[in-house]
């Protein structure tokens, strides 16, 4: 039975953190011997299986009183301590600081390391610490798993030749679902309210698709990042009276039933690595449009005009002139919301589950 050892900051929900709780579920599920080492815990963290075991490697009482660098030394100890208790097979960090915090704690130990980049890189790895960091730690990594080809390519060919591209897997409380016997006019988003995902650009746009649509409105589902959006998103509603046909609807446990019957997803980030929301929203078989944001998430899932329609980041008329199109071409966004949905056929938790496991073995054997 191989030792799989996950390593990231914590579960809280989040992309990442949602992965690997999917990933550590369905190995131990498959006779897989699971941990998760963690750095701290969080309020409201996805559940994992009773079998997936949960540790933690972060700073201990009394740590937080010393100094930035001695944290930074004890997180790597902590963990290099903890993988040489437990000899895994493999360990696999999640997310930027993980990555660092994992390659130096295996350094010297016959262990191979599985990096995973959850991001867009570009303005992610940029910083001095990355540029002195990624030449050092990364060629010792013996693989690493992207979400798109935009973000495999922002890194040196070494680190390119020995990935994969795999995408994230889908809920599969997203799967299968009927689709509705008549869509409700409503627009719809889901994502947390924070400064990337440029909300308050869909509002604006969404001002003037009521003007010409007064019988749709908008619903964007997600909870507070408590970075300053939710008050903006508020100001731009109060400032256009849209109090009555744009709405904030706050976190949802239930998107497969709230979203289902919308007229269409409109998805508005600036960057992002590879969508939660956008492959759920595909499940779903919604008609989406979505910019085609960096490091290229949504052209890795879908092809404009095919299954969705691609607009340009930033572009209050273009997702204007998306929306629009899809109210007023009913067939068009019937065709594109069917297509969408075989994007279980990549992406379903299997499937998934699958790619990282071969991969998992490949690097082990070697």
Not at 45 to 67: A, S
Not at 208 to 233: A, M, N, Q, R
Request: aromatic content about 8%; charged content about 30%.
């Amino acid at each position: 039975m191989r030792k799989i050892v996950f390593h990231l900051n914590c579960l809280e929900q989040g992309g990442a953190e949602r992965v690997v709780t999917n990933l550590a579920n369905q190995f131990v599920d498959n006779g897989y011997d699971v941990i998760i080492a963690t750095e701290w815990y969080g309020e409201n963290e996805f559940k994992t299986d009773k079998r997936v075991r949960r540790v933690h490697v972060g700073l201990r009482q009394g740590d937080e009183k010393k100094h930035r660098l001695i944290q930074f030394y004890l997180r790597v100890k902590y963990l290099r301590d903890f993988l040489k208790k437990e000899r895994p097979d493999i360990l696999i960090p999640f997310a930027r600081k993980a990555l660092y915090r994992g390659l130096m704690a295996a350094y010297f130990m016959k262990l191979p390391v599985l990096i995973s980049i959850r991001t867009d890189p570009a303005g992610h790895y940029e910083e001095r610490s990355d540029k002195i960091q990624i030449p050092i730690l990364f060629p010792r990594a013996d693989g690493c798993v992207f979400q798109t080809q935009g973000a495999k390519e922002f890194f040196a060919p070494r680190l390119q030749d020995n990935s994969r591209i795999i995408l994230n897997p889908i809920n599969p409380k997203y799967i299968g679902l009927p689709e509705p016997q008549e869509r409700s006019k409503t627009v719809v988003q889901s994502g947390r309210l924070v400064d990337f995902k440029n909300q308050p650009m869909l509002i604006r746009a969404f001002v003037e698709v009521h003007k010409k649509h007064p019988d749709y409105d908008l619903k964007i589902y997600g909870g507070d990042s408590f970075d300053g959006t939710k008050e903006i998103l508020e100001r731009i509603i109060e400032e256009n009276h849209a109090q009555d046909y744009v709405h904030l609807m706050g976190a949802s446990d239930s998107l497969e039933k709230e979203l289902i019957d919308a007229a269409l997803f409109a998805f508005s980030s600036d960057w992002e690595g590879l969508p939660n929301a956008l492959l759920e929203a595909m499940a779903l078989g919604l008609p989406i449009v979505a910019t085609d944001c960096p490091c290229g998430g949504p052209r890795t899932v879908m092809t404009d005009g095919v299954d969705g329609l691609l607009v340009p980041i930033k572009d209050q008329k273009a997702m204007e002139d998306g929306i629009n199109r899809l109210i007023e071409d009913r067939e068009l966004a019937g065709r594109l919301g069917r297509e969408a949905k075989k994007i279980v056929l990549r992406a379903n938790a299997d499937a998934v589950y699958v790619q990282w496991r071969d991969y998992i073995e490949e690097l082990c054997r070697k």
